[in-house]
C-alpha cells in the first residue's frame, strides 16, 4: 500500500522503517530532513511537503506532536477523503480527528518505541470493520502485537504502555547499578539485568502465569530473594509505578482537553 507518515520523528520514523520492511511503499515528510537521511536506505521517499505526501498516499499516519496535529491537518484535509488516518498522538481522540478531516477512515492508536524491534504493543480505536479494519491491522501488526480497544481506554494505554518503556528502562538502570555495587564488571551486569527481564517478560507471556506465582517459584524460604523483596516493598516500587501509570494517563487525558 501507498503510506505516507507525516512527523518522521522519533516514533515517526520506527513507522517509516516498520512499513517499508514490510513491502509498503512509504513517503515520509518532516521539516529537518537531514536528521532522517538514513530512512532512504529503506527504499523510503523523503519530502517537506505534506501535502505532495497525502495526495500520493493510500493511508497516512500523523505522527507529529500533540499540538501541531491541528496545524497540520489543516493543510491536508481535502486530501484526505476516503483514506487512512491513523494518529498517534497522544490525547488526540476520534472525533477531533473527524471534525478536522471529515470523510476520512480515523483510527487512534498508541504504539511504543518497540516498533524498532517489531516488540511494539499497539493499542487501536476505531469505528472501521471489515476489510478496512484487516488493513489497519495488518499494519499494526508489522509493529509487532496488536489489539482493539474502547476509545475510552486510550488514555490509560498512554499511560502503561505508551510511556512504558520509560518506566522499564529507570527500573532496569536500577538493575544494572545494583548490580555494579555488589561488584559485577558493567557488562556483566547489563547483561544480566537485560536477560532477567526479557526471560521473565516471556516466562510469563508463555506460561499465562500470575506474576505472584512466578515470585513464589523464586522465593524460597529464609532464601536470598525475599531479602531483596522486602528492600523492594519498603522502597515501595508499587506504589511508584501505580502513580506513573496513572499520572501519565491524567496528562493524556489533559492534553485532549486542551486541544
Ligand atoms: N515517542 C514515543 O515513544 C511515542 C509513543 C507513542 C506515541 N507517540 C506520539 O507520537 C507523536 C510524536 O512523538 P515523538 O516522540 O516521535 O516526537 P518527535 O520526535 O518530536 O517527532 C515529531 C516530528 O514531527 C515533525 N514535525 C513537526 N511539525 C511538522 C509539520 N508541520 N509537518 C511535518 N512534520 C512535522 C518534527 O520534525 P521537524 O521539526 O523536523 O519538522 C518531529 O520530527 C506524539 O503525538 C506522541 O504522542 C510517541
Known amino acids: 500500500m501507498k503510506v505516507a507518515v507525516i512527523g518522521a520523528g522519533t516514533i515517526g520514523s520506527a513507522v517509516v522503517r516498520a512499513l517499508s520492511e514490510a513491502g509498503h511503499e512509504v513517503v515520509a515528510t518532516r521539516r529537518n530532513l537531514e536528521k532522517v537521511g538514513w530512512l532512504e536506505e529503506y527504499g523510503v521517499k523523503l519530502t517537506r511537503n505534506n501535502r505532495e505526501a497525502v495526495e500520493w498516499a493510500e493511508a497516512v499516519f500523523l505522527a507529529v506532536k500533540p499540538n501541531k496535529v491541528g496545524l497540520v491537518l489543516g493543510e491536508v484535509s481535502d486530501l484526505l477523503t476516503g483514506k487512512f488516518l491513523i494518529s498517534l498522538a497522544a490525547g488526540i481522540g476520534l472525533n477531533y480527528l473527524r471534525r478536522l478531516a ?89 547483561l544480566a539485568a537485560l536477560q532477567t527481564l526479557l526471560g521473565t517478560a516471556k516466562l510469563l507471556m508463555e506460561t499465562d502465569k500470575h506474576p505472584a506465582e512466578v515470585r513464589e517459584w523464586v522465593i524460597t524460604p529464609g532464601g536470598t530473594t525475599i531479602d531483596g523483596v522486602f528492600e523492594l516493598e519498603e522502597g515501595r516500587v508499587r506504589t511508584a509505578v501505580m502513580k506513573a501509570v496513572d499520572a501519565a494517563a491524567k496528562k493524556s487525558r489533559i492534553l485532549s482537553r486542551k486541544i
Open 102 to 190: 471529515p470523510k476520512v477512515k480515523a483510527v487512534r492508536a498508541m504504539p511504543n518505541i518497540a516498533i524498532l524491534v517489531k516488540e511494539s504493543f499497539t493499542a487501536y480505536a476505531t469505528d472501521l470493520e471489515g476489510d478496512d479494519l484487516e488493513t489497519i491491522k495488518g499494519f499494526f501488526s508489522t509493529f509487532g502485537r496488536c489489539i482493539r480497544v474502547d476509545e475510552e481506554h486510550m488514555d490509560a494505554i498512554t499511560g502503561l504502555s505508551g510511556s512504558g518503556p520509560a518506566y522499564v528502562t529507570v527500573f532496569l538502570e536500577a538493575m544494572v547499578y545494583g548490580g555494579l555495587r555488589v561488584g559485577l564488571p558493567r557488562e556483566t551486569a547489563r
